[in-house]
């Protein structure tokens, strides 16, 4: 996409430049997704669609980029619904033609085990799983026609290790990192790149924004300004470099996102020796909740 002649990791000549091309970004309002879509706009992409269920949030990055001097538009929609996420792609295309670029970020978290109310189980799975399905069921048949287009997803390192405190949020996110294996297997031959976001703790509103889709009374093991208990052990980044790494890695067109470099080590580690590997997260789960 956009310079042909050079090679990308996918395959032949196929370098995602950012320039002039649109993008949808959903959780657009908020920590990861508007980093991500303010540092799009910088990077000049031709439009940008901040998608929500917050709907006066996507409003207001929508128009902090338009005040920049570039294109946007906000969609309210949940994503983890079929009928908004077909929307949400129909609104886009009609606004700028088509879709090159989608950030899929939307994405919630719950605490506790299997003892988490079905609802709250069903709803992560729904906007952590399903979601990204829907997007890529109603994004990808306009890009496999131009072969070119690529995807973004924010899974987490939750995703490649586990999270601790919360079950329902490291299955669903391997569960993502699985689909954006999948996805960039089956489509990379036809032109479509797929990255996938892998952080640690990143100061956001993923405590807040959570609580208001599964219930104030549903714990979220997050703080407010979105520190997991990894937080305490790697250190917590803000949306705007994780941003930053991604647009790196969209130009490089690498699949693994890192923005934690930490977490390719403990990958290995998990490979490599997973019964030493579980032992050490029992010690760390331990020494985390104080000894409990
Ligand atoms: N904050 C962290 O430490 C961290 C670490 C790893 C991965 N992540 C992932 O990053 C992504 C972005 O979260 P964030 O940390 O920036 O939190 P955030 O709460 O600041 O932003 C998430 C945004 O997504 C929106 N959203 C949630 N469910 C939605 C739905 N069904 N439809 C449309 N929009 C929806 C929220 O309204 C919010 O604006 C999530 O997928 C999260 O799991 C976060």
Not at 114 to 135: F, G, T
Not at 278 to 284: A, D, P, S, T, V
Request: glycine letters at 10%; one cysteine or more; aromatic letters at 4%.
């Amino acid at each position: 996409m956009g310079r042909p002649g050079r090679a990308g990791r996918h395959g032949p000549a196929l370098i995602m430049d950012i320039q002039q091309r649109v993008a949808v970004v959903t959780g657009g309002a908020s920590g990861i997704g508007r980093s991500l879509c303010l540092a799009l706009a910088e990077q000049g992409a031709a439009a940008i669609v901040v998608a929500d269920v917050d709907a006066g949030g996507a409003a207001q990055v929508a128009a902090t980029i338009e005040a920049g001097g570039h294109r946007a538009l906000a969609v309210t929609a949940d994503v983890a619904s079929a009928a908004d996420a077909r929307a949400l792609v129909a609104r886009a295309q009609d606004a700028f033609g088509r879709i090159d670029l989608l950030c899929s970020n939307a994405g919630i978290i719950v605490g506790g085990g299997v003892e988490v109310p079905d609802e709250a189980w069903s709803r992560m799975w729904a906007v952590n799983v399903q979601s990204h399905v829907y997007l890529a069921r109603a994004i990808l048949p306009g890009m496999l026609a131009r072969r070119e287009g690529y995807l973004v997803y924010t899974a987490s390192a939750a995703g490649l290790l586990t999270q601790l405190g919360s079950a329902p949020y490291a299955v669903t996110k391997h569960a993502l990192v699985a689909l954006a294996e999948w996805l960039y297997i089956t489509y990379a031959d036809q032109g479509i790149g797929v990255s996938c976001l892998c952080p640690q703790a990143v100061s956001t509103n993923l405590g807040a924004t959570s609580r208001r889709q599964v219930g104030a009374d549903t714990p979220t093991t997050w703080s407010d300004r979105g520190a997991g208990p990894q937080a305490a052990v790697d250190g917590v980044l803000t949306p705007d470099q994780v941003a930053a790494c991604v647009i790196e890695a969209i130009a490089q067109e690498r699949f693994l996102i890192l923005p934690h470099p930490e977490v390719a080590t403990y990958e290995r580690r998990r490979a490599d020796d997973r019964e030493r590997w579980l032992r050490g997260m029992r010690r760390l789960q331990a020494r985390l909740s104080g000894g409990r």
